[in-house]
């Protein structure tokens, strides 16, 4: 098979994956059991309402309908209004992903960078003190639950010691003051990157895993390779040695990043949680509890369609980083 | 057969070969035996934690006066002090081991029968249904755990035994991936070919000449896949969707931080989080500790 049909493949393949995946995110909501409108029979509404509200909200139609409707309106980029707010679903979200997105896409990169390095280190240090103590350091960060090294960061540094504000992403007055400012304004305020730190540290300490021990894995492989002993008969210095691995040995590293910065969306929430970050995650956990449909199944398209597009990239990226890799396998192995 | 010449076949098969050589790798490392270590004392507190617990954990501690003893400090009769509802921390601690180790285990064996039953017959069979079982491992990939989890738990009720299930059936993902490279390296090898030349069935491979080869694997993929659940099944705790009439680990993190009291009531959200990094961390350190255990997959 031809590179280009392998990739015209790849990009069917993808195609189909977020629409099946919009599909079974349209199903299974609707096969939960009870609507929004239920939740508003708890708090006592007038039946008569809720049946305007559910033929409104266009609920009342049976389900293909509901599904082509749905699949039209997706094709048009229309994603619906939100149950709760009454505001289009996408006004709702999209300050959010960008909240979410600041906050992990820094944090991821600066992991993959860093670990990456150190990775590299122990990797050449092998058997030695620091690779053995740098492993656990990093299987022990981890180990900690995400919400719980959270935690820790806050009572050590805002409780006890006052450095860093406990949670949000900006306090109140200022946050009101700059509403009538474009929203990336915010972004450049040094109240914003106080708030930022712990967030920020905590998603550094826990997914710092991934890139150090892949990529001392696959420096340990490289290092034992011929044109290294090469090198070392010509007398090349330790730290340009180090960079000629890492150039032979990052592959593995920069096609996981990708896919770690879209599996970083779940250890997500649970951070935007604990510090009480305005983000995707912690909108998903109170439109769940409210059963927004709209805005929920929205976040998950989103989430889901990051997952694959993450993938799809991996496996466009390792044909073009290693031409050793064969495109003629019946999946790209 | 009697009795010793059962005890004598299951000696000498290859599974218990391999079982004990795997062990005696593991046991030759420092990390790894302090992880067993570690991880026998969870094991053993699992098992008798409830029985030696000094209070009920419910009950709620009060002063010779009848006064509610909230926010007690340790000491002697409470070496990890009491809670917000004056109940004593070391008694829920213990109570929530045996919960932390039932989640663990059940989730982890829901997760290996899954992938290793996913990533063999993908690896071994080939063809139309590896692509089919590799995409629907795909789609696995794509769904975020956390989220997904907290939509189910709506959906089916926040059940002890329902969050075991929704981990054990999402989280099988990763075993199935690295269970089928190896299959599919090991299916190149001389010996299948020649089995499948001399007329095995592919059950008879399976479970003679690949099932022994993977064993050591699984193993600890099993252990890391124990580590995950119990780290999510937190995770969950901590948000409140998991059953609150179960004492957890994560709830008691919870309860504090919710209480605000993690900076200055210490004994109270420290020795639960400390607890579940020590078991996740151990077993983590089993799953990684023995070199060229499927190094390059990401458990997520």
Not at chain 1, 20 to 41: C, H, K, Q
Not at chain 1, 186 to 199: N, S, V
Not at chain 1, 293 to 322: K, T
């Amino acid at each position: 098979m031809s590179r280009l049909r392998y990739f015209a493949r790849r990009t069917a393949v993808t195609a189909v994956l977020i629409f099946l995946v919009a599909s079974a995110l349209f199903l299974f909501f609707r096969l939960m059991p009870g609507d929004y409108t239920s939740l508003l029979i708890q708090q006592g509404m007038d039946p008569q309402q809720i049946e305007a509200l559910r033929r409104k909200w266009g609920l009342a139609a049976p389900l293909h309908v509901q599904y082509v409707r749905y699949i039209v309106n997706l094709l048009t980029a229309d994603v619906g209004q939100s149950f709760r707010y009454g505001e289009p679903v996408w006004d709702l979200v999209a300050p959010r992903i960008l909240n979410s997105f600041v906050l992990v896409a820094p944090a991821i990169t600066a992991t993959y960078i860093i670990g990456g390095l150190f990775g590299a280190i122990m990797g050449r240090r092998r058997g030695g003190y620091l690779e053995k103590s740098g492993i656990i350091t990093v299987s022990a960060f981890h180990s900690i639950p995400d919400f719980f090294l959270g935690i820790i960061l806050i009572a050590v540094f805002s409780s006890t010691l006052g450095i860093f504000p406990t949670s949000g992403m900006l306090s109140t007055p200022t946050s009101i003051m700059i509403q009538d400012q474009p929203y990336w304004r915010r972004f450049l305020l040094p109240e914003f990157w106080k708030h930022y730190a712990l967030p920020f540290a905590t998603v550094m300490l826990y997914f710092m895993q991934y890139p150090a021990l892949i990529m001392r894995n696959s420096v340990v492989e490289v290092s034992d390779q011929e044109f290294l002993h090469y090198h070392r008969l010509k007398g090349l210095p330790e730290s340009t040695l180090l960079r000629k691995i890492i150039r032979h040995a990052s592959l593995p590293v920069v096609t996981l990043y990708p896919i770690s910065l879209a599996a970083s969306i779940s250890g997500l929430v649970l951070i935007e949680i604990v510090f009480n970050w305005p983000g995707i995650g912690s909108l998903l956990v109170s439109s769940v509890l409210a059963r927004d449909f709209p805005v929920i199944q929205f976040v998950f398209l989103v989430a889901a369609v990051w997952v694959i597009l993450g993938n799809f990239l991996v496996d466009l990226l390792y044909g073009v980083l290693d031409p050793r890799v064969s495109v003629s396998g019946s999946d790209g192995e | 057969m009697s009795v010793a010449e059962r005890v004598r076949a299951y000696r000498d098969s290859d599974f218990a070969i391999i079982a004990r050589r795997t062990l005696r790798n593991l046991l030759s490392e420092r990390i790894t035996r302090f992880a067993f270590g570690v991880l026998l004392v969870v094991l053993i507190l699992g098992v008798v934690g409830p029985m030696i617990a000094p209070y009920p954990y419910n009950e709620q501690q009060t002063t010779a006066s009848g006064e509610l003893m909230r926010y007690e400090p340790p000491s002697l009769e409470h070496p990890l002090g009491t809670n917000d509802r004056g109940e004593d921390v070391l008694s829920r601690l213990l109570i929530g081991a045996r919960t932390t180790l039932i989640t663990g285990l059940l989730a982890g064996g829901l997760m290996m029968t899954v992938g290793l039953s996913v990533g063999m017959t993908a690896g071994y069979v080939g063809g139309k249904t590896e692509s089919l079982l590799m995409r629907l491992v795909d789609f696995m990939y794509g769904i975020p755990f956390i989220p997904f989890a907290i939509v189910l738990i709506t959906f089916f009720g926040a059940g002890f035994y329902t969050t075991i299930a929704i981990l054990g059936l999402v989280l099988w993902r990763f075993i199935a991936r690295v269970i089928r490279s190896q299959v599919l390296q090991i299916k190149q090898r001389p010996y299948i070919m020649a089995a499948r030349a001399s007329g095995a069935s592919t059950p008879w491979i399976m479970r003679k000449h690949i099932l022994p080869n993977i064993a050591n694997m699984a193993g600890l993929f099993f252990a890391m896949g124990v580590g995950l659940a119990i780290l999510e099944q937190a995770g969950l705790s901590f948000i409140g969707v998991t059953d609150p009439f179960t004492p957890t680990w994560g709830i008691m993190i919870r309860n504090a931080n919710q209480a605000g009291r993690v900076a200055d009531a210490w004994w109270w959200s420290f020795p639960p989080g400390i607890m579940i990094a020590l078991t996740v961390l151990s077993l983590y350190l089993l799953g990684r500790g023995y070199e060229g255990g499927g190094d390059d997959e990401v458990v997520v």
